[in-house]
């Protein structure tokens, strides 16, 4: 399966609707397909996205919002999915209307999905339900134009909730029968709870290969559960071995883009072998310039990226937007009265500008902290040292 667009409407702290699109916008030359995913006919795919933005600009809520979609594409209940946090502030009476848009089975298919809250008299506690939902579908072989993709008006509505509702959670999606019966889903490896917590996330034999690029002086590290008890080995080149049995004592004996950089690889490899999404936030924590180019680099090379995974990260850092020959797999999130993301192809039509230098330079607006803001804790900082 592949996403190929995500809208979500009437979510709490945003703007306005939040408007995700995963597929190619810009004309799609020869050179550009080496680095695109063809989904089908003349509809490609970008296989890094990105976010960035100032700080509180609210990029990590963006994210979010792209794992709660597919945490629900993939049939988990509303209230069992980690990241319905950005639901919270909905108040009773509102609604949250999530649209994917996705690809599976030669098949292109719309479905709406309306949430709201409902709070018990009783003990005051909250739970989301779906109100609402539809599915609709089309032949992709009769999607002659782009333009004509996300256009449903003319198409099968092929489920309707009301039609399931007897068999179905009030907080599971009706995707859940069509997964069922193409026994499909979304490959998802999401390391939104990495991002504070710097901890190997992974057990097993690492390559070789992988050691070396992280750090030179391993001769090996691998690590398996057995009976509930974490047996790691650790060799450097040289030492005797070391035997660990709790994963946060390697902190002790590697450094932390070295952990970072063992998660995030092995995750990056699964990915690759599933046609999946990777979804970090602030990809550069913990890491040098060179691994964060080298993963997203990965990611566009088609010999490395066979079956289409895509890297989906929020970054402060503009140099790597620089490593993006399109402008439409990057998003300038700004929070002005809400949050909102604007893909640079809309600002940028051209491909050739250098985006680091249009992004620093405060061309595309709100990517710098404020002027004012700068001038005052510049005055705050001398005062403070004339007390």
Known sequence: MKLLKLTICGLPNFKDTLDLDFVAQQRVNDRDKEKLYNVFSNIYVNEAISFIGINASGKTTILKAVSFAVSLLNN???????????LDDLQEGQTVTLTAYFYANSLVSKLETIISKRINDLDGSAKFIITDERLWSKDSQ???????LFEFSDSELKIRRDQKEQFLMEDVSIIIAVNKENDSHFFLHDMLRWTNHNIIGILGRFPKELLMFLDPSIEYLRGDVNDKVTDIQLKFYGKEEISINNPLMLEHYLSSGTIKGLTVF?????????????????I????????VVTLVRFFLDKKVNKNGATIIFSTHYSELIDEFERND????????????????????KRNDIKKSEAYDSGFL???????????????????????
């Open 142 to 148: 009769k999607i002659k134009l782009k333009k004509n």
């Open 284 to 291: 550069e924590n913990h890491f040098n310039e060179e691994i």
């Open 329 to 348: 797999g990057i998003y300038i999130v700004r929070n002005r009265g809400g949050i909102e993301a604007e893909k640079l192809s809309n600002i940028l």
């Open 266 to 282: 092995m995750n990056a490899l699964f990915s690759f072998y599933e046609g999946g999404y990777l979804l970090i936030d602030e």
């Open 365 to 387: 607006e709100g990517t710098v902290p404020a002027y004012e803001a700068y001038m005052a804790l510049k005055k705050v900082l001398i005062s403070m040292q004339e007390e």
């Open 76 to 86: 988990e209940a509303i209230n069992s999915i980690k990241t319905k946090e950005i």
